[in-house]
C-alpha cells in the first residue's frame, strides 16, 4: 500500500473510531457544554420531598492525564441548572478555569492551558487552536491530528516547472499522570519521501540538498518520513512552576518559533517558506535532548543536539554526536501573545559545506484571538538571522490566517538575504522577497473528517541582476489543492 493510501485510510479510522464524547477543550478543540434547561421547565421541576432524596448525587471521578473528569450520573427526569458564577471558585486537580473557558486541560510540559504548547517544546499564544481528537484509555489521554495534501503545483519562468504531489502529518500522543507532572510521547510522520529527491517547485526557495549531491535552489525538499519521535517528562514545582525534560529521535531543539506546519497563522497553506532554513528548519534534528524551566508565563529551555540537516535517505532514522547548542526565552504576557527569542550555534549543519559551522539568531511574536462572534484570527511576524563564514544574512516573515464557518483565508510575505548559489552570478549574496494569498473551503464528510478544496497564489521579487534568469522581475506561482483533514 502506498503512503497516502495508508495514510488516508488511518485518518478514517481514526476518525471512525473517536466517540462524540471525547471531545474535548485541547489545542483545536472544543468541549460542548451540557445544555441549559429553559426558565420554563426550570420552574415546573417539582421540588423532591425528603423521603424522594435521590441516592448517590456525588459524580464520580475518572482519573485523565491533566485533568479531573466527572462521570456522568444517572440520567435525571430534568437536568438541574448550573451556577455558572461560581465556576471561577472551583478547584478540580489539574484543570484551570476562568472567564475565557470552563475548563481547560493542562500542558504536558508544565502547569498552564494545554493551547499553549506547539510543536516540538515551542509555545504559542493560550488562545491558538488546532485540530484533533482525544480518546481516553484508562489514564492515558491520546491524541490524534493528521491532514493529506493532493496539490498540483505551477512556478512560471525559466526556472519554473509544475508538479503534482501529497505531502501533510499524520501525528499521534499519548500522556499519562506522573508524580506530579505527566509523562509524553509523541510520534508524527509525512508522505514527503514521495515526491523524489527534487521535492516541489518554489521559487526562491533554497536549502538542503535531498540526494547528497546536488543544493535544491527554486524548490522546496521532501521532509523525512519520520518527523518526532519524542517523550518528555515534567514535574511542577509550585502552582505555577514546572521542570521539564525532552528528548527526541528525530526531534525538534529550542530554536525559532513553532514549525511552519503548526502556526495557526499559516498551517492551511500546503507551501512552504522561503524564509524555512532561518526561522524553523530544525523541527527535525535526528538528535535533541532539551532541559527547560517554567515560571508561569515564562519559559528558559536550552537544548544539545544534532545540528546536521537530515540526508538524502528520507525513510530512515539517523544518528549523530549532540554538537549543537540552543537556547530560547519564551513569554507569554497573555493569553493571546507569545514571543520568543533563541541563540543557537549549529556545527557542520550543511551536507555540502563540510567544516562550515553556522550561527543563527530569531525572534518572533504570535497572536491569536476570536475577532468578532465565529470570526478567529492569527498573525506571526518573525526575524532569523544567519552567521557563515563572517557574513550575517536576514530573513523576515510576516503570516495571517482568518477563520469563519468553513472558510479560512490566508496570506505571508517574506524576504531574504541569501547566498545560495545561483547559475551565471557571481553576485555572493541577493535580497529577494514573496507574497502569497489563498484561502480553502472545507466539507464535512463524516463526524471528525473533512475535505476541503483550496489554492493560492504568489508574487515573487527578484533584483534586476537575477531578473534575465526568472523571466522578469515577478515571477509568479500558483497552487490548487484538495486537503483531507481529521477534525
Known amino acids: 500500500m502506498k503512503i497516502p493510501t495508508l495514510f488516508l485510510c488511518?485518518?478514517?479510522?481514526?476518525?471512525?473510531?473517536?466517540?462524540?464524547?471525547?471531545?474535548?477543550?485541547?489545542?483545536?478543540?472544543?468541549?460542548?457544554?451540557?445544555?441549559?434547561?429553559?426558565?420554563?421547565?426550570?420552574?415546573?421541576?417539582p421540588e423532591p420531598s425528603a423521603k424522594a432524596k435521590p441516592k448517590d448525587t456525588a459524580p464520580a471521578e475518572q482519573s485523565m492525564p491533566g485533568m479531573t473528569m466527572p462521570s456522568r450520573t444517572k440520567a435525571a427526569p430534568t437536568p438541574m441548572p448550573m451556577d455558572h458564577s461560581k465556576m471561577g471558585q472551583m478547584s478540580m486537580p489539574g484543570m484551570q478555569m476562568d472567564s475565557h473557558s470552563a475548563n481547560q486541560m493542562t500542558?504536558?510540559?508544565?502547569?498552564?492551558?494545554?493551547?499553549?504548547?506547539?510543536?516540538?517544546?515551542?509555545?504559542?499564544?493560550?488562545?491558538?487552536?488546532?485540530?484533533?481528537?482525544?480518546?481516553?484509555?484508562?489514564?492515558?489521554?491520546?491524541?490524534?491530528?493528521?491532514?493529506?495534501?493532493?496539490?498540483?503545483?505551477?512556478?512560471?519562468?525559466?526556472?519554473?516547472?509544475?508538479?503534482?504531489?501529497?505531502?501533510?502529518m499524520l501525528m499521534?500522543?499519548?500522556?499519562?499522570?506522573?508524580?506530579?507532572?505527566?509523562?509524553?510521547?509523541?510520534?508524527?510522520?509525512?508522505?514527503?519521501?514521495?515526491?523524489?529527491?527534487?521535492?516541489?517547485?518554489?521559487?526562491?526557495?533554497?536549502?538542503?540538498?535531498?540526494?547528497?549531491r546536488d543544493r535544491l535552489i527554486d524548490r522546496q525538499h521532501p521532509h523525512d518520513f519520520f518527523m518526532e519521535l519524542s517523550a518528555s517528562l515534567s514535574q511542577n514545582i509550585g502552582a505555577k512552576s514546572s521542570a521539564f525534560i525532552y528528548a527526541g529521535l528525530p526531534g525538534e531543539p529550542a530554536f525559532g518559533p513553532p514549525a511552519f506546519m503548526h502556526r495557526e497563522s499559516i498551517m492551511d497553506s500546503p507551501e512552504a517558506p522561503i524564509t524555512h532554513h532561518w526561522l524553523d528548519s530544525t523541527h527535525i534534528s535526528f538528535g535533541v535532548v532539551t532541559a527547560g524551566l517554567v515560571l508561569d508565563r515564562v519559559k528558559l529551555e536550552v537544548s544539545r543536539f544534532n545540528?546536521?540537516?537530515p540526508d538524502q535517505h528520507r525513510w530512515n532514522i539517523e544518528t549523530g554526536p549532540l554538537d549543537s547548542t540552543a537556547i530560547r526565552l519564551s513569554w507569554n504576557p497573555t493569553r493571546t501573545l507569545a514571543f520568543q527569542g533563541s541563540w543557537g550555534h549549529f556545527t557542520d549543519p550543511e551536507q555540502l559545506e563540510p567544516g562550515v559551522d553556522q550561527k543563527r539568531l530569531s525572534a518572533s511574536g504570535m497572536w491569536a484571538d476570536e475577532i468578532a462572534p465565529g470570526w478567529k484570527a492569527a498573525a506571526t511576524?518573525?526575524?532569523?538571522?544567519?552567521?557563515?563564514?563572517?557574513?550575517?544574512?536576514?530573513?523576515?516573515?510576516?503570516?495571517?490566517?482568518?477563520?469563519?464557518?468553513?472558510?479560512?483565508?490566508?496570506?505571508?510575505?517574506?524576504?531574504?538575504?541569501?547566498?545560495?548559489?545561483?547559475?551565471?552570478?557571481?553576485?555572493?549574496?541577493?535580497?529577494?522577497?514573496?507574497?502569497?494569498?489563498?484561502?480553502?473551503?472545507?466539507?464535512?464528510?463524516?463526524?471528525?473528517?473533512?475535505?476541503?478544496?483550496?489554492?493560492?497564489?504568489?508574487?515573487?521579487?527578484?533584483?534586476?541582476?537575477?531578473?534575465?534568469?526568472?523571466?522578469?522581475?515577478?515571477?509568479?506561482?500558483?497552487?490548487?489543492?484538495?486537503?483531507?483533514?481529521?477534525?
Do not use: C
Open 172 to 212: 499521534g500522543m499519548a500522556m499519562h499522570p506522573l508524580g506530579n507532572g505527566a509523562v509524553q510521547f509523541k510520534a508524527m510522520v509525512s508522505p514527503d519521501p514521495l515526491m523524489g529527491p527534487r521535492g516541489y517547485p518554489l521559487l526562491l526557495a533554497s536549502g538542503e540538498t535531498a540526494n547528497g
Open 10 to 45: 488511518s485518518t478514517i479510522a481514526l476518525g471512525a473510531a473517536a466517540p462524540a464524547h471525547a471531545q474535548m477543550n485541547m489545542p483545536g478543540m472544543e468541549m460542548p457544554a451540557h445544555a441549559k434547561p429553559s426558565a420554563k421547565k426550570a420552574a415546573k421541576k
Open 381 to 487: 511576524l518573525a526575524w532569523g538571522r544567519k552567521t557563515a563564514l563572517g557574513h550575517n544574512d536576514d530573513a523576515f516573515a510576516a503570516e495571517a490566517s482568518l477563520k469563519h464557518a468553513e472558510w479560512t483565508f490566508f496570506g505571508r510575505g517574506e524576504r531574504t538575504r541569501n547566498r545560495e548559489p545561483i547559475e551565471g552570478q557571481d553576485e555572493p549574496a541577493f535580497r529577494v522577497g514573496k507574497i502569497s494569498v489563498g484561502a480553502i473551503r472545507d466539507f464535512r464528510i463524516a463526524d471528525h473528517l473533512s475535505v476541503g478544496a483550496g489554492g493560492l497564489f504568489a508574487v515573487n521579487f527578484v533584483p534586476d541582476t537575477l531578473a534575465p534568469l526568472y523571466g522578469g522581475h515577478n515571477p509568479t506561482g500558483a497552487m490548487g489543492f484538495v486537503r483531507v483533514k481529521l477534525n
Open 307 to 309: 545540528g546536521r540537516e
Open 107 to 168: 500542558g504536558a510540559l508544565g502547569p498552564y492551558p494545554m493551547q499553549r504548547e506547539s510543536s516540538g517544546t515551542a509555545w504559542q499564544p493560550d488562545s491558538s487552536s488546532q485540530i484533533g481528537l482525544i480518546k481516553m484509555s484508562g489514564n492515558w489521554m491520546l491524541m490524534a491530528h493528521g491532514d493529506l495534501n493532493f496539490v498540483y503545483d505551477r512556478q512560471s519562468g525559466p526556472r519554473g516547472d509544475d508538479k503534482a504531489f501529497a505531502s501533510g
